[in-house]
C-alpha cells in the first residue's frame, strides 16, 4: 500500500514536470509586449491592392514609414512598431481602380492603442475602449479556472491524504482570486512592459506555491513539510498546465 501510494506521487510528480516543459514553448510564442506597437483593423480591404502607413516626425512632416500587401479580404489586420519620436500615423490605401484614398491623421502615443479603419468611409480612429466592460466582467472569466483548479487540486491531494480536504479548497479560493484579479489590472500590464506576460504568470504561480506550502504548513502540523512543499508544486503544476491544455484543445492551437 506504501509503496501504491509513493508510486502514484511520483507519477504526479513525473506529470507535473512535463507539463511545466510547456512554459519555453509558451514563452517564445509570447511575444515581448512593446508600448509602440500598433494595430490596425481595416474594413472593406477587399478591393484594395495595397496599404501605406505614413508617420509624422519631429519637423511635423509626414513620410511614408512601412507598406503592407493587401489580403483582398472583406478584412484585414496590419501591425507595426512606430518610430519613438512619431506622435501621430495616417493610413493610405490605393485600391484596383488606381484610386488613392489617404485617411485624416490621428494620435499615437498612447500606451495600449488599437485602430481601424474603414476603406468605404475613409475614417480612421480608435477602438471603443472597453476597458470598463472588461472589468465589469473579470468575476465571470475568473470562474472557469478558479473551479478547474480547485478540482484539480482537490484531486491531487487525494493519493497525499491532505485531510480535511477543506483546506486546499479554501486556500485556492484565495490564491486563484488573487492571482487572476492581478493579472487582469492593467497596473500589472504597464508593470512589465517589455516582458511577456507569460513570465508574469510564472512568477505569480511561483508565489502562490510558497503562499499555499505556508499555509499548509500551519493547517497540516502532522505532515512532513517535504511532503507538503512537493504537493503544492505538484498541485499547482498540474492546475496550470492541465487548464493551459484544455484551453488549447478548446480553440485548437
Given at each position: ?178 492571482m487572476n484579479m492581478l493579472l487582469s489590472t492593467r497596473a500589472l500590464a504597464v508593470s512589465i512592459k517589455g516582458n511577456s ?57
Open positions: 500500500m506504501l509503496n501504491t501510494t509513493h508510486s502514484r506521487r511520483m507519477g504526479l510528480l513525473l506529470a507535473a514536470l512535463l507539463l511545466l516543459c510547456l512554459i519555453p514553448g509558451r514563452a517564445r510564442a509570447n511575444s515581448a509586449h512593446n508600448p509602440y506597437y500598433k494595430d490596425v483593423a481595416l474594413s472593406d480591404t477587399q478591393d484594395v491592392d495595397s496599404i501605406a502607413v505614413y508617420v509624422d516626425g519631429p519637423d511635423g512632416a509626414f513620410c511614408l514609414f512601412k507598406t503592407f500587401e493587401s489580403e483582398h479580404r472583406k478584412d484585414q489586420k496590419i501591425y507595426f512598431e512606430r518610430p519613438k519620436d512619431a506622435a501621430r500615423f495616417y493610413v493610405e490605401v490605393t485600391m484596383a481602380d488606381g484610386i488613392v484614398r489617404a485617411s485624416e491623421p490621428v494620435d499615437c502615443t498612447g500606451y495600449d492603442q488599437d485602430y481601424k479603419y474603414n476603406v468605404k468611409t475613409n475614417v480612421l480612429k480608435e477602438k471603443a475602449d472597453l476597458t470598463l466592460l472588461y472589468l465589469l466582467l473579470v468575476p465571470l472569466f475568473m470562474i472557469a479556472p478558479l473551479g478547474f483548479t480547485i478540482l484539480v487540486e482537490f484531486l491531487v491531494a487525494l493519493p497525499f491524504k491532505l485531510k480535511p480536504y477543506s483546506h486546499v479548497i479554501l486556500i485556492n479560493l484565495i490564491t486563484n482570486l488573487v506576460v507569460l513570465w508574469a504568470i510564472v512568477l505569480l504561480e511561483v508565489a502562490v506555491v510558497l503562499v499555499e506550502y505556508f499555509f499548509y504548513t500551519k493547517k497540516y502540523k502532522d505532515q512532513p513539510k517535504g511532503k507538503l512543499f512537493a504537493f503544492s508544486i505538484v498541485a499547482n503544476a498540474l492546475s496550470w498546465g492541465l487548464y493551459e491544455l484544455a484551453q488549447r484543445l478548446y480553440y485548437g492551437l
